[in-house]
Antibody
Framework: QVHLVESGGGVVQPGRSLRLSCAAS????????MHWVRQSPGRGLDWVAL????????YYADSVRGRFTISRDNSKNTLFLQVNSLRIEDTAVYFC????????????WGQGTLVTVSS | DIQMTQSPSTLSASVGDRVTITCRAS??????LAWYQQRPGKAPKLLIY???SLESGVPSRFSGSGSATEFTLTISSLQPDDFAIYYC?????????FGQGTRLEI
C-alpha cells in the first residue's frame, strides 16, 4: 500500500537550514505531483509547496518563497524540502502528501516530521 | 491568493446528531474543493474531493455539496469516531489553501 515517511526534522537555530526528506513506496512515485504541507503546534494546516511529477514545475506559498526549495529524485522515490533562513514561525510539523490526480486533493499523507526553530 | 473561511470554528454535538460545516471561498473555485478529517497527533485524512465525491473507504454518512464560493460538509449521524477537526481545501493547480478548521466536539 501507499506509504510516505518523512525525516530530517529537528531543533535548529534561527537562520539555519535543514533538508527534509519524504520516502515514498507502494505506488509509481514518478507519476505523481507531490506537496509539502505544514502545521504549527496547535494551529491549522498551511500549504507550503508542490512539485510536478517530473520536477519541471514548482510552486510555493508566499511565506516560504525564496527560502524553501522543493525537489525530487524519481530514481530513489524521494521528495525533498530544503528549508533555509529558518524563522521562529517556521516551527511546525511538515507533512508530505500525494496529489490525487485530477481531483485537486491530497489523498495520502506521511506522519510528518517536526521542525523546531529556537535560539 | 484564494482565502478559505470555515464556520463554525467549534461545533458541539452528540452521537446521532446531523451536523453541517460551511466553507466559503474568497472567489469562485468551481467544484475544486476537498474536505479532510484530522485526529490529534495524526495526519489529515481525505474524506471528500471535487466537492461531493466520497473517497474510497469513507462512510456514506459523510457528504459534501456546493459550488463556486459556498460549500458544505454534512455528517448525517455522528459516530464517536467523528469527533475531530475538519478542514476544507482548495487547489487551483499552482496554489492550495486550507480553511482554518472546525473542531467537532462532544
Amino acid at each position: 500500500q501507499v506509504h510516505l515517511v518523512e525525516s530530517g526534522g529537528g531543533v535548529v537555530q534561527p537562520g539555519r537550514s535543514l533538508r527534509l526528506s519524504c520516502a515514498a513506496s507502494g505506488f509509481t512515485f514518478p507519476s505523481y505531483t507531490m506537496h509539502w504541507v505544514r502545521q504549527s503546534p496547535g494551529r491549522g494546516l498551511d500549504w507550503v509547496a508542490l512539485i510536478s511529477y517530473d520536477g519541471s514545475e514548482k510552486y510555493y506559498a508566499d511565506s516560504v518563497r525564496g527560502r524553501f526549495t522543493i525537489s525530487r529524485d524519481n530514481s530513489k522515490n524521494t521528495l525533498f524540502l530544503q528549508v533555509n533562513s529558518l524563522r521562529i514561525e517556521d516551527t511546525a510539523v511538515y507533512f508530505c502528501a500525494r496529489e490525487y490526480e485530477r481531483a485537486a486533493a491530497l489523498d495520502y499523507w506521511g506522519q510528518g516530521t517536526l521542525v523546531t526553530v529556537s535560539s | 491568493d484564494i482565502q478559505m473561511t470555515q464556520s463554525p470554528s467549534t461545533l458541539s454535538a452528540s452521537v446521532g446528531d446531523r451536523v453541517t460545516i460551511t466553507c466559503r471561498a474568497s472567489q469562485s473555485i468551481s467544484t475544486w474543493l476537498a474536505w479532510y478529517q484530522q485526529r490529534p497527533g495524526k495526519a489529515p485524512k481525505l474524506l471528500i474531493y471535487k466537492t461531493s465525491s466520497l473517497e474510497s473507504g469513507v462512510p456514506s454518512r459523510f457528504s459534501g455539496s456546493g459550488s463556486a464560493t459556498e460549500f458544505t460538509l454534512t455528517i448525517s449521524s455522528l459516530q464517536p469516531d467523528d469527533f475531530a477537526i475538519y478542514y476544507c481545501q482548495q487547489y487551483n493547480g499552482y496554489s492550495a489553501t486550507f480553511g482554518q478548521g472546525t473542531r467537532l466536539e462532544i
